[in-house]
Structures are given as C-alpha cells and as structure tokens.
C-alpha cells in the first residue's frame, strides 16, 4: 500500500481510505462477522484511514468504527469524522455549543483519547440564508482550536462541496489542513478543467489549489455512489437511494453516463469500470487518498487489489483525456 502525505500535517495517509458510510452501508448495517473481518483485512493490506461521521447511522457508524479498532487492536491508524450544524444552532451561541457537543460524542463514541481529524459535513454557502455560510467558520474554527490546544483532536478540515466560489475563499482565508474533494471519472472538475457543455457542477480545479496552499485533499465519491461500477443494483445494505453529488440528476443517469469509459475495459486496459475508476483517483497525485464506500468485504478486497496495480499508464489517461476532448469538448486538459 502506498502511502502519501496528508498536506502539510505530520500523517501519512494510504492512498485506498475505508469509506464509513451510509452510501456503503457496511459500518452501519453489517453484520459484526463482515465489518471484523473487512477491518482486520484492511489493516492487514495497510490501509490506515477510517472516515466515518455522526451523521451515519445516527452514530453507528461511529460507535462500530471505534468498537472494531479497538478489537482489532489497530495502533497507528488514522480516524477522521464530521460535525453538522442545524438550523437552530446558527441561534446564540447555539454554533459553539453544537460543535462541543458534537466533538465530545464523537470521542465518546469511537471511544479515542481524540479524533486525528474532525471536518464539518456542511456544505459551505454564499448565501446567508443557507446552511452553512462561509462566515459561520468564524465561529466554527476558534472551536476547533481549542479542542486542537486541549489535545481532543489534531486537525480540522472543511467539506469541500458547496459553492465553489465561497470553498475557493474559506480555503485560502481559513487555511484547513485537509478537505472532502468529489474527484471521479464523471466529473473530474476537481483537477482538471469542465467542459463548456457539461451540466456537472464546476469545482473548478479545487484540489489543485489545496494541493498548491498545502492542504490535504481527501478524494470522496471515487465510485460515484456506485454508478461507476455500470450496474444499477444495489447490494441489500446499501443506500438503496443514492442522491448524485455533482454528477447526473439521477443515479440512473450516472450509470448511463458510465458506459462511455466501457472501451477501458472492451480495450483490456483494465478488467472493470470500478478498476478503471479507483486507478483513475489514485493516479493523480494531487490526491492524498481515495476513500472507497464499501458494503461487504468482497468489494474491500477488489478495491485494494485494484489499488495494488497502481496507477494507470500515460497511454490510458491519454485515451481518457482524449475521450474527453472528443466527446465533451473540453476547453482544457491540464
């Protein structure tokens, strides 16, 4: 396993991350048999980053993550997770109070002296009226500080999914040590350039300028949901209703969208579209770690022995970037 340094924080992070998600579902709906037997498997292959959040499973996600860890007796792992403001807490001092009670759970939770990284979940806004605005961080970071100073957690770091102007803003303003990127086959805007025709939202080239200000870039949606896999099926615990982020309207529409890059595979570059996709994230080394939704440990051990074949060739991202140009009329490639 390859390990890559997470901007300028002192972790080197594994380039495959193990998604803890919902999406996935294994960390919140598996059996206590799969989600051992996957962990132990990971850690075994070094895979040293869990990314998991409140958010999943109400904390379940949390509460298995931290449980397995510790029965596994993992040492020198890293585990990142995520706050989320409501409404009511942009009230008062309702920001400060849920960021505290957040933190605190989580620790709990996981069941760690402190967490390595915590990143908010919001996506961050324009408008003041949205959850949340990138004024809020005002707020947000002097709380994350303080527990950094009080030793419960290490760094902080932003979701880097809401608009683009105002991620472009909060990450040279507020300086995070690491984001959530989208970064996939689909749209791939993160890195490189959208074409003039695509109705996929523009991140325009964010994880270059983290990669540039010496933030880590945290790759998430490398399957897009499981689009990219070209099948519309779903494993039982899965996220049965899996909303695009930055891609399509509908998951369907993804699949759809996928079966422009089946040539990788009708050519023998690669023997899947998932391969092609967890090579295509690892390739660019812009990207500190691709984190992988997972929901068995069947899909663990495919995507690490994808990710052990290393990068893709010049010549397959030359046939990928030229399927770009010729068909999405790309204004640039970069």
């Keep these: 396993m390859e390990y890559r340094k997470l901007g300028n ?9 193990f998604g803890c998600g919902s999406v996935g579902g294994l960390m919140v709906k598996g059996t206590h048999k799969e989600m051992l037997k996957s962990v132990s498997h990971a850690l075994e292959l070094g895979i040293n980053y869990f990314d998991t959040a409140r958010a999943y499973g109400d904390g ?9 860890l510790r029965e596994t007796n993992a040492n020198n792992v890293i585990v990142g997770t995520k706050i989320m403001l ?3 807490d942009l009230h008062g001092n309702g920001i400060e109070k849920a960021i505290r009670t957040q933190i605190d759970n989580s620790l709990k939770r996981i069941n760690r002296e402190y967490i390595d990284i915590v990143y908010t979940h919001n996506r961050i806004r324009s408008n003041e009226n949205e959850m949340i605005h990138k004024n809020h961080l005002d707020r947000i970071i002097p709380i994350f500080e303080e527990y950094i100073t009080n030793g419960k957690i290490r760094y902080w770091g932003l979701n880097a999914l809401g608009d683009t102007a105002a991620i472009t ?3 040279t303003r507020y300086h995070p040590s690491a984001i959530h990127t989208c970064y996939n086959l689909l749209n791939p805007s993160s890195s490189y350039s959208l074409p003039v025709t695509s109705s996929h939202h523009d991140y325009k080239q964010i994880m270059n ?6 933030t880590g870039t945290v790759g998430i949606r490398i399957l897009a949901g499981g689009a990219l896999s070209g099948n519309q099926n779903r494993h039982p615990i899965a996220d049965q209703n899996v909303t695009p982020i930055a891609t399509g309207k509908t998951f369907t529409d993804d699949v759809n969208e996928s079966s422009k890059y089946s040539f990788l595979v009708k050519e023998g570059l690669v023997k899947n579209l998932v391969e092609a996709s967890i090579r295509f994230a690892i390739t660019n080394s812009k990207l500190n770690t691709a984190l992988i939704g ?27 970037t030229n399927e770009w140009k010729n068909t999405k009329k790309y204004k640039d490639v970069v």
């Design 86 to 88: 409501s409404v009511d």
């Design 294 to 320: 997972l929901s068995s440990y069947d899909q663990l051990e495919k995507a690490i022995r994808y990710t052990n074949k290393g990068p893709l060739p010049d010549e397959t991202m030359l046939r990928i």
């Design 9 to 17: 924080s002192d972790l080197k992070i594994s380039i495959l991350g």
């Design 60 to 68: 379940l996600s949390e509460i298995h993550t931290g449980a397995l």
């Design 209 to 214: 300028l983290a990669n540039i200000r010496g």
């Design 169 to 171: 803003e909060a990450l």
